[in-house]
Structure formats: structure tokens, C-alpha cells
């Protein structure tokens, strides 16, 4: 049974310039929700997706956007990139909207801006 | 203040010890409680989860929860070299889908 997958798991990106992170959940899960990880903090969340739609949004600029397909995987666009994007990027997978924040989370895209 | 607090640490214990992690929050609201295991460059790993307040024992792993408190905690029992790694507090409830972590605490276990 595959986990979390995410791509890619590394990628270089230059001030101003647009990036695209893909996300495959669980199998059986149909909720993805997005972290953002600063080195040495603890997962920051930036939203969450369920039946396609924005369900929940963190404390994170309009620069930062999402879209869920129908097999229920995702994609995190950041553009208008910043010095301060640089980030681990986690995906999480749920079996549902729920609140119980029972969350599994893939290895992560780091995302280095220069 | 800050919704979850957490010591970074680094803690640093011999094999065989017994760590104690803990995080304090202020968000009356949560109701979900987690530990979230993370190895260098990895993706967290859920260790435990507990619903309101209580204990949960899981192997070498026990999770305390004080609600009155506000205040949680991770045993580990007989830590192992490979128990080296960061270890997140997260939390939710209420009306919100999201996780709040705590920073995170670098544990190193030495053989």
C-alpha cells in the first residue's frame, strides 16, 4: 500500500519565478491538506482540500494556491517566489475533513529559492 | 504567546534512559492530541494520538494528556539509538481541520 508520494523531492527556484508541487495521498484517503516546514520549526499549515475545494486556509498569502483533482491528489503553487519560500513542503493525507488531525504526511519537497 | 510551545532542546540521553517531552499550549479548543516523530530530511511520522485527556501506552511509548493543565507529554521507556530523531507535539480541534505543532525537540540517543 503506497503511502504519501510527493514530486519532486528536490528543486532549486530563483527569486520571482513560479513553482508547482504534486502530492498523491493514501490510498483510501481523500483529504490533502499542505505544511510548511522552515528549517528548525515545528509544520506551518497552509491549507486543506477535501471534494475539490479549499476547505480550510492558514495564515499564508494569496501567493500560495492549491487545486485537488477528482482522484483526489494535489498540487501547491507558489508564485512570486521569495527568499523566505525556502521551505520543506509536506504533504498529508486523511480518510476525512474531520477534525481529529489524524494526519500521514509524505517525505516532503525541499524547495530552495536563490 | 504562542498557541503550542515546545523546548527545542537539544536533549541528548545515554541508551537505556528514559526521555520525557513535553508541550504546553493555550488553545482551550483542542481536543486532538498527537507526537509526531521526524528523522533528518523525512516526513513526520504519527507516533501517538489521544482524544482529551488520559494516558495511552503504546510499547516503550506512553502519551499523557492534562487538559486542566493544558500541558502534554511523551515517555519513552528503554530509548533506543534509533529513537534518535526530532519529536513534534501537534494538536487540533474546534471547528479547525489544521494541526498546530509545537517546534519540535531533537532527541539524540547514544550508544
Known amino acids: 500500500d503506497a503511502g504519501v508520494t510527493q514530486s519532486p523531492t528536490h528543486l532549486i527556484k530563483t527569486r520571482g519565478q513560479q513553482v508547482t508541487l504534486r502530492c498523491s495521498p493514501k490510498?483510501?484517503?481523500?483529504?490533502v491538506s499542505w505544511y510548511q516546514q522552515a528549517l528548525g520549526q515545528g509544520p506551518q499549515f497552509i491549507f486543506q482540500y477535501y471534494e475539490e475545494e479549499e476547505r480550510q486556509r492558514g495564515n499564508f498569502p494569496d501567493r500560495f494556491s492549491g487545486h485537488q483533482f477528482p482522484n483526489y491528489s494535489s498540487e501547491l503553487n507558489v508564485n512570486a517566489l521569495l527568499l523566505g519560500d525556502s521551505a520543506l513542503y509536506l504533504c498529508?493525507?486523511?480518510?476525512?475533513?474531520?477534525?481529529?488531525?489524524?494526519?500521514?504526511f509524505g517525505e516532503g519537497s525541499r524547495l530552495t529559492v536563490l | 504567546q504562542k498557541e503550542v510551545e515546545q523546548d527545542p532542546g537539544p536533549l541528548s540521553v545515554p541508551e537505556g534512559a528514559i526521555v520525557s517531552l513535553n508541550c504546553t499550549y493555550s488553545?482551550?479548543?483542542?481536543?486532538?492530541f498527537m507526537w509526531y516523530r521526524q528523522y533528518s530530511r523525512k516526513g513526520p511520522e504519527l507516533l501517538m494520538y489521544?482524544?482529551?485527556?488520559g494516558n495511552k501506552e503504546d510499547g516503550r511509548f506512553t502519551a499523557q494528556v492534562d487538559k486542566s493543565s493544558k500541558y502534554i507529554s511523551l515517555f519513552i521507556r528503554d530509548s533506543q539509538p534509533s529513537d534518535s530523531a526530532t519529536y513534534l507535539c501537534?494538536?487540533?480541534?474546534?471547528?479547525?481541520?489544521?494541526?498546530?505543532f509545537g517546534k519540535g525537540t531533537l532527541l539524540t540517543v547514544n550508544p
Open positions: 490510498s483510501g484517503h481523500d483529504t
Open positions: 489521544t482524544y482529551s485527556s
Open positions: 498529508a493525507s486523511s480518510p476525512s475533513p474531520g477534525v481529529t488531525g489524524e494526519l500521514f
Open positions: 501537534a494538536m487540533s480541534g474546534g471547528s479547525n481541520y489544521k494541526l498546530t
Open positions: 488553545n482551550s479548543a483542542f481536543q486532538y
